[in-house]
């Protein structure tokens, strides 16, 4: 396993739209066994292979408290969506150290449709926590970030915040 370098915002390699999965592999096992090591390492509650620079429909998440209940998620699709929740954002891949977050508007429920490891087809019924981080992920694989849905003047606040600490590096 290795941990793997997490792009930053704002790196264009971000805006990269993923593609599907046509096939479970060695590669593709070695890749999510990656992702759940960087994922861990950094303390994130799910990391899109987006944010690693593979640009696959994958994505990985553990919202469990005791932090070993690793889940992936291979071509996901949220199928349903329904109510609103409003909680805290943040984002490995956005300003990372800095402690950034932001209030933003989700979906309460949702359900998704995806593959596991084994190749095998599923559907969960999701929400809280959950349902919060496979939309924020789902994003990730279209090349959008938690900031894209921000209005302008919260995005400007938070773009001199990471300039300042670029400048300091
Ligand atoms: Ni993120």
């Not at 999965?21 to 990391?47: H, P, S």
């Amino acid at each position: 396993m290795a941990v793997l370098e997490i792009l930053q915002y704002p790196d264009p390699r971000l805006r990269i739209k993923a593609e599907s999965v046509t096939q479970i592999d060695d590669d593709i096992r070695k890749k999510v066994e990656d992702m759940y090591e960087t994922m861990y390492v950094n303390q994130g509650v799910g990391l899109a292979a987006t944010q690693v620079n593979i640009h696959l429909q994958i994505f990985t998440m553990d919202i469990s408290d005791t932090r070993d209940k690793p889940l992936c998620v291979i071509n996901p699709e949220i199928l349903t969506k329904s109510g609103m929740q409003y909680d805290y954002h943040g984002c490995l891949s956005v300003g990372a150290g800095l402690g950034i977050s932001d209030k933003l508007e989700r979906a309460a429920k949702l359900r998704l449709r995806g593959m596991d490891l084994d190749g095998k087809i599923f559907e969960w019924d999701l929400d809280e926590l959950a349902a919060i981080c496979v939309q924020h992920e789902v994003d990730h694989l279209n090349g959008i970030l938690f900031i894209d849905h921000l209005s302008r003047l919260k995005l400007d606040r938070i773009r001199k915040k990471i300039d300042k600490a670029q400048r300091r590096v």
